[in-house]
Structures are given as structure tokens and as C-alpha cells.
């Protein structure tokens, strides 16, 4: 088996075969006339034979660089092609690795707008729950919660944890009052043992409520505890923001002004330095951040670092 020559000396031949033209070949690949001669020698060197008749003004294939160029020109042109079409594919498909409420409760409902602003880019969403880890490896853009982005990454900080009790309003009307924290305790609890639940008590002045008596339920996303939520399923600790309409619309109501938040658990929007020039990241990191300003919630502004 013979051992291929250099890659360099291979590049230089095959720009000038094409061009018959050394200097158009430097030019082509961003060398010196001189340097391309000097690869096409050391190749007639290993090889043993002439590729190139060189005359006063031009230079010619002999029998056997032609021979030779037919083939490596096909190479390159198919190498060319694979790469094309792999980058253009590329740029075509936005893989976005997210939390479930941030897929379920934001993106389901706004997505539409940014592909009609880019219909030239097909958006990928790979949903992951409390269970999984965010794809930081496979996905062009991850928004993550509760699981920071690696600390080399460049990140945004774009939904604060905050959270507070909401209940259905024909759940509420089952009580003859909601007007103290402890009131909610008459009530079945969605998702008793999530820790923003103690939080949320103690910072109400109930430091010592007892929620182990409640039935243990786990549904691990906001989406679905807002959703048994408004269908009076008991009382859930959620994030304002993520449940505007419902509250706008009444399907939810949130009895205390109370709200916490976890800031280790806020929601991040992030990617790898390698795509830092993207457009197709750049484009969809520039709406997600217009979308949460216009929603009147603070501007994100690139994290120095996550811990």
C-alpha cells in the first residue's frame, strides 16, 4: 500500500492543474507563486516523474499529471461538495436542547414568530425533563434550568426562578377563605415535597409547616403542575411568568403577593464558544432576549462566568 504524498503538495497540485497556473494556484490558496512550484517539486520528487512541462509563459500536464489531475480534481471537487453540503445543512437546522416549562410554557406558544421572521432556518427543539440533562454537546443553542451551562460557555441569564402558590378559582371558591398563607393548608398541595414549597412558607412566617402528610407527588414540570393546576387539582408553586395568560385570563389565580425566588435554579440560555459567530444562534439568542424584554422582564446581558 502506497502511502499517501503530503496534503499540502496535493492541494498545490490540484489548483494548478485546474488553473495551469501556479501563480493562480498560490493565489487560489493563499501562497506565493514560489511556494506552490516548491510542493509541486517535492511531489514529482516523491513520485518520480514529471507532472508539469514548464515552459516560458505557461506550464502544461505531461501524459501522467494528467492522468494524475483527472482524478485528484474529481476528489477535491466531491471533498468540496460533502463539505458544502454539510455546512449549508448546517446552517439550515437550529438544534435547541430545553427545560421542559421553558419548551412548553414560552417556546410551543412563540416559536411561530421567529420562523416567520427565518423561514430560511428549521428549528429543532429536543425537550428534556427533571430526570435528564440538558444535550450540551448535540444542540447549537441549550436553555437550561436548575443545571448551569459549562463554565466556558457563553450564557444568559434569561428567566429569574420565581415562584409563588396559584390555585384554579373554583378551587379557591371550596374554602370559606384565602386570605393567610396558612389557608392554603386546608387545600391539596400539587407537588408537596418540591422544595420551593418550604421556602415559600417559611419566608410567609410558617416555618415549621408539616407538608409530609400530604399525598407525595413529583410531576418534575411546571407545564404539568399548572396544568392540574387549572383543572383544580390542588394548589401549585409556580413562576409568574410562565403562567401570564393564565392569570390574565383567570383560569389561575395567585392569592398572595408573596413571590421567592432560587437563584441557583433561574433559567439560562447558553452556547459553546465555537458558535459564538453563528448566524443562526446569534439570530435566535437576539429573539429569545427581544421576547423576554418585551414582556417587560429584565434585559439579559451575557454572564463573565457561571458558577
Excluded at 495551469?20 to 501562497?31: K, Y
Excluded at 415562584?163 to 396558612?182: D, G, H, I, N, Y
Excluded at 410567609?204 to 407525595?216: C, E, K, M, T
Excluded at 459567530?277 to 417587560?296: I, M, Y
Aim: glycine letters at 4%; proline letters at 7%; one cysteine or more.
Amino acid at each position: 500500500m502506497i502511502n499517501l504524498p503530503p496534503l499540502s503538495s496535493i492541494r498545490a497540485f490540484e489548483a494548478a492543474s485546474r488553473h495551469l497556473s501556479f501563480t493562480r494556484a498560490g493565489e487560489e490558496l493563499g501562497m506565493t507563486q514560489a511556494a506552490v512550484s516548491y510542493q509541486i517539486k517535492l511531489l514529482e520528487e516523491r513520485l518520480g516523474f514529471a507532472l508539469f512541462t514548464r515552459k516560458a509563459r505557461k506550464i502544461e500536464l505531461t501524459d501522467h499529471g494528467a492522468q494524475l489531475a483527472a482524478k485528484v480534481v474529481d476528489a477535491f471537487s466531491s471533498l468540496r461538495s460533502a463539505f458544502e453540503d454539510v455546512t449549508d445543512q448546517n446552517a439550515r437546522q437550529l438544534v435547541v436542547s430545553s427545560n421542559t416549562t421553558f419548551a412548553v410554557n414560552w417556546l410551543a406558544n412563540r416559536l411561530v414568530h421567529f420562523q416567520m421572521q427565518n423561514p430560511d432556518i428549521a428549528v429543532r427543539i429536543l425537550p428534556y425533563g427533571p430526570d435528564s440533562s440538558p444535550q450540551f454537546a448535540d444542540a447549537d443553542v441549550v436553555v437550561s434550568a436548575c443545571k448551569a451551562p459549562p463554565k466556558d460557555w457563553i450564557a444568559y441569564k434569561i428567566v429569574r426562578a420565581e415562584f409563588s402558590p396559584m390555585l384554579s378559582p373554583t378551587l379557591a371558591a371550596t374554602v370559606k377563605r384565602l386570605e393567610r398563607p396558612e389557608d392554603l393548608l386546608q387545600l391539596p398541595l400539587v407537588d408537596p415535597q418540591d422544595p420551593w414549597w418550604e421556602i415559600w412558607f417559611k419566608a410567609a412566617g410558617l416555618a415549621d409547616v408539616d407538608l409530609s402528610r400530604y399525598p407525595s407527588s413529583r410531576m418534575g414540570s411546571q407545564a404539568l403542575e399548572a396544568n392540574r393546576a387549572i383543572a383544580g387539582q390542588g394548589v401549585a408553586i409556580l413562576t409568574p411568568y410562565f403562567c401570564k395568560t393564565a392569570l390574565e385570563t383567570g383560569q389561575l389565580i395567585q392569592p398572595f403577593e408573596l413571590v421567592c425566588e432560587a437563584e441557583s435554579e433561574s433559567w439560562y440560555l447558553s452556547y459553546a464558544p465555537a458558535n459564538r459567530t453563528s448566524r443562526k444562534v446569534r439570530l435566535f439568542r437576539d429573539w429569545v432576549c427581544s421576547e423576554v424584554k418585551r414582556d417587560g422582564m429584565p434585559v439579559p446581558a451575557p454572564l463573565a462566568a457561571v458558577a
